[in-house]
């Protein structure tokens, strides 16, 4: 020890057991010591120590770049792994090119298939899919991920067959089911090009030579000539180009194995000939050996068994043990019967023989009522064993005459027994065989897996297909033991990666084992708990290490968690105190969805979105005891089923009445088409409108036509109300020029000297009046003031004849007095505006205004007069229909409070208030009659209601009474 480590600290001692604990204690905080440990401490273990407990991302990067020593690069590389997949699993918001160089460096590794699992950022998703080449990774993200827009990226960059046809099936997007399937179609449908042709020569020449590699890698060569040949058959109508050399030399060196492996099978086959007469000789020894023990001539054949057991004791190396096994037998007997002899009294001689006889019979009646008992067994290698041995005891007792009835029946039990073997060893054989074919398929699977894919997918692989061996052998094991041989020849391959896969998971969970250390020591919080159950998920995640360390590291786990949930209880019993509040809130939650999916009165539309908030608040309600985590989640699971059943039955009927909706729309859309030429333009523009409203009651329509029928409907409306803008523009061109026509006409009156005695003026004024009648409309907004200045000429050459006309000036001065008289009774109207009536009279008086002709110079001035008068009468009719209507409404309101007391009397009626009732009811019908009208929609229904009420109470029938309804 140095004296230096006094004055060192504990990291930097002479000792390295005590450097590698120190640096165990150190917190994560002290990055600088284990960087300097990593990259300076002559001792490899106490780097690696030092590795494990790094952090820092540069110097990680660092050691796994420039480390000679494997361990340490291995161990520096897997580090630098784990704390990107740390950084990546926590990374949420917007990626930076750091967390996408982190992506690069960790896409083709083994971590890349947990990352694309749980890594929260879709970005980062992206990215990895799109570096990452490894399809079984990427098949996962195309079936599972979230995000559509990842499942599209992992699903392009996946070729096999296989994995698309799995992918088209069950991915939870529809667009990556779709992309899957187009991907199978062009691959079946579209030719190679060059590029894709040259590639896929290079990857068959590639598959060839790591064929080539595999055979010669196996252990059995010879097996495998006609598929090395089949190889070296196919790589020339292929065609090796420079790879060619490389299977030369391969095909070199798998002949010399050949010759090898032959060399030695023949050796094998020698020792085997040797072995086997070795066997039968000393098989006919023993057999010589056993007959002097049964004849009982051991005496005087003692240098013979002599002889015969030196020869055996010389040559039984290697011999099978049912042989080892028979001749220790035979040596037992000839020991209890050399025994025997040297004890025997000479006098007793007879009194022996007798008693040998009685026991030799006893023994046979024992083997009869055994073989009895064998003869009603199936077939077994158990019952055969039992056969043959109660045969050999059989034989082995003195021999009987074959007239003996106990020999006749032995002999008969015999062979019906071998009867029932034979037939059973055939059946035996022929599923030995059919067995032997299901092994060999088995093994042909092994061998064909690929190295290169996850280990713990080729470990499960080995795993079922050892299982199924199992299934396929039974409790035959013996049997099969040259096809195991094969078997084991084909795993052996794996072991050393299994080896490698139970180091590394050793490894990961000391590294799990280190950071709960670290837990123990924080102080107890949810942040702790959620550490601890993430640890346990990952320890779970890890595969299996070496038989001799699963039992230490198993203890140091159970030991550490349940230190720290120790520690954790307090803050275990509030969350629990929490998880019955969070019970309870769901529970009244579940109450509420249940009321919800029962009440038929709530429109359906209101109900989802009401759902939609149930399920969103279910989410934000933390956890609930975990006894009734699963109850709970059913009950509201079902609640949650019901409803979307109901929801998807209500689509359906939706469907349906969207598909109705689009054949309604569709004759719309053809009587809209029908209208589009017309020229008719107030009459079809009002038709047109009445579709475009009835369009907008009709209601949606499928998704998938939607656009389609819209855009029908709306081209043939704006083809109409185009053509229709067209022609009022030229109208307003033609209004244009008649106003200037006008104007002339107007400035012709006005410049015109009236000379009435002059034919030829009454002629100029008849052609301005036709061709005034003759112009057609002028603009709206001039319509009154061209009308004005043209009705004041004319009025004032009207009034200028009556001048000299007393005809005339009587005729103007009739309808002036007449005209005065309408605006006079109009005015006596005013006050009953609301009367139909009136408003009949007022509606003739406009009709007859017109009709009489104008009046002369005064004209004007009445017209204007009538016009505002008329305005103000059907204004004031408007406001008393509208005071009529509330008055109506009001009366409606009190007649349903009349309708309820009589409907109380109703329910209350008895024989004690009978009378008291129907004096009620009575007062209640003069109050109806006071009540005034209602409107007219309601009328007929209330009346029938109040006066089922009254005729109740009265006794009668209401379907039967035949008094006329009054006016409600």
């Known amino acids: 020890m140095s004296l230096l480590n006094v004055f060192r600290p504990k990291w930097q001692h002479s000792d390295p057991e005590v450097r590698i604990k120190a640096l165990q204690e150190l917190g994560p905080e002290n990055q600088d010591v284990f960087e300097t440990v990593a990259t300076s401490d ?299 002899k040297e004890e025997k009294d000479p006098s007793d001689e007879k009194a022996e023989t007798i008693h040998d006889d009685s026991i030799v019979q006893s023994m046979r009646l024992e083997i009869i009522e055994q073989l009895k008992h064998l003869a009603q067994k199936d077939f077994s290698e158990v019952v055969s064993r039992q056969v043959k041995s109660l045969i050999s005891n059989w034989e082995s007792l003195p021999a009987i005459l074959e007239s003996d009835v106990l020999f006749e029946t032995y002999n008969s039990l015999k062979n019906q027994i071998s009867e029932t073997f034979d037939k059973a060893s055939a059946l035996q054989d022929e599923i030995f065989q059919s067995n032997l074919v299901k092994l060999q398929n088995l093994i042909k699977k092994i061998k064909s897996i690929d190295e290169n894919v996850n280990f713990r997918d080729i470990a499960k692989t080995l795993k079922d297909s050892y299982q199924e061996w199992k299934e396929i052998v039974g409790e035959d094991k013996y049997r099969y033991q040259e096809i195991w041989k094969e078997y084991k020849e084909a795993t052996s391959r794996f072991q050393e990666m299994q080896q490698w896969e139970s180091w590394h998971n050793e490894r990961d969970r000391e590294t799990i084992l280190e950071e709960m250390a670290f837990l123990l020591k924080e102080e107890p919080s949810k942040e702790v708990l959620f550490k601890l159950r993430t640890l346990s998920n990952q320890w779970k995640t890890i595969g299996p290490v070496a038989p001799s360390r699963i039992t230490e590291l198993r203890e140091q786990f159970r030991e550490l968690f349940e230190k720290i949930m120790e520690r954790c209880s307090p803050l275990l019993e509030e969350q629990n105190a929490e998880r019955q509040k969070n019970l309870e809130q769901k529970e009244a939650l579940c109450e509420r969805a249940e009321k919800l999916v029962s009440d038929e009165t709530i429109p359906w539309k209101d109900k989802f979105k009401q759902f939609i908030d149930l399920q969103n608040e279910w989410k934000t309600i933390g956890q609930v005891p975990k006894e009734m985590n699963q109850i709970l989640w059913d009950r509201f699971h079902a609640i949650t089923d019901s409803f979307y059943a109901e929801h998807k039955e209500r689509i359906k009927q939706e469907d349906l009445i969207r598909q109705e909706n689009y054949e309604k729309k569709q004759a719309l859309c053809e009587q809209a088409e029908k209208l589009q030429i017309s020229e008719n333009w107030n009459e079809t523009s009002n038709k047109l409108k009445k579709l475009q409203e009835e369009w907008k009651a009709i209601g949606p329509v499928p998704k998938s036509q939607s656009d389609e029928i819209w855009n029908r409907f709306r081209t043939a409306c704006d083809k109409f109300f185009e053509q229709k803008r067209s022609h009022f523009e030229e109208m307003d061109e033609a209004k244009q020029a008649n106003l200037k026509a006008k104007e002339a006409l107007c400035e012709k009156l006005e410049s015109l000297e009236l000379d009435f005695s002059n034919p030829a003026t009454l002629d100029t004024l008849r052609s301005i009046e036709a061709e005034w009648k003759a112009i057609g409309m002028v603009p709206k907004e001039n319509i009154e003031s061209i009308w004005e200045r043209f009705s004041s000429i004319t009025n004032k050459i009207l009034e200028s004849y009556a001048e000299i006309n007393e005809e005339t000036r009587n005729n103007l001065n009739e309808i002036k007095a007449k005209k005065k008289a309408m605006i006079e009774q109009i005015a006596n109207l005013m006050e009953n505006a609301g009367a139909n009536q009136s408003a009949d009279i007022t509606r003739s008086l406009q009709q007859e205004w017109k009709t009489l002709g104008s009046c002369g110079i005064d004209d004007f001035d009445l017209h204007k007069e009538f016009k505002t008068i008329c305005d103000e009468f059907f204004t004031r009719r408007r406001d008393q229909l509208d005071i009529q209507e509330h008055a109506r409404k009001n009366n409606l309101q009190k007649k349903y409070m009349l309708c309820e007391q009589a409907e109380q009397l109703l329910e209350n009626l008895n024989e004690s208030n009978k009378e008291d009732s129907m004096n009620q009811v009575k007062h209640l019908r003069r109050l109806w009659k006071e009540v005034g009208a209602v409107p007219r929609e309601h009328s007929d229904k209330v009346w029938k209601r109040f006066n089922k009420a009254c005729d109740a109470i009265f006794g009668k029938d209401s379907s039967t009474n035949t008094d006329p309804v009054p006016e409600a």
Request: overall charge neutral; hydrophobic content about 40%.
């Open 42 to 340: 002559e001792a490899v273990e106490v780097r690696a120590m030092a590795i494990r407990k790094l952090t820092v991302i540069s110097a990680l990067r660092q050691l796994s770049k420039e480390e000679k020593d494997p361990l340490i690069k291995r161990t520096a590389e897997n580090k630098l792994n784990e704390e990107i997949v740390k950084i990546l699993k926590e990374f949420r918001g917007t990626a930076s090119d750091l967390e996408l160089s982190y992506v690069d460096e960790i896409a083709n590794t083994r971590f890349a298939e947990e990352l694309l699992k749980t890594m929260p950022s879709s970005e980062l998703r992206l990215a990895l899919v799109q570096k990452c080449n490894k399809p079984g990774f990427l098949s996962v993200v195309a079936l599972k991920d979230s995000k559509e827009e990842v499942a599209l990226a992992a699903v392009s960059a996946i070729d096999s067959e296989t994995l698309l046809q799995d992918i088209a099936k069950n991915s939870r997007h529809n667009t990556v089911r779709q992309k899957a399937n187009e991907k199978l179609k062009a691959q079946k449908a579209e030719p190679q090009t060059a590029t894709s042709a040259t590639m896929m020569l290079f990857k068959k020449r590639e598959a060839l030579i790591q064929q080539a590699k595999r055979i010669i890698e196996d252990k059995s060569c010879l097996s495998h000539t006609d598929e090395f040949n089949g190889i070296i058959a196919e790589a020339s109508a292929l065609g090796m180009g420079p790879a060619q050399a490389e299977l030369d030399g391969l095909h070199e060196t798998f002949k010399e194995k050949c010759r090898e492996e032959l060399a030695k099978k023949e050796e094998e086959q020698k020792q085997k000939q040797l072995l086997e007469l070795k066997v039968g000789q000393l098989d006919r020894y023993l057999e010589e050996f056993e007959k002097i023990l049964n004849d009982n001539k051991v005496k005087e054949s003692q240098l013979r068994v002599n002889e015969i057991i030196d020869f055996w004791n010389t040559h039984k190396d290697n011999v099978p043990a049912a042989l080892i096994k028979r001749f220790t037998a035979a040596i037992s007997r000839f020991d209890r019967l050399s025994l025997v």
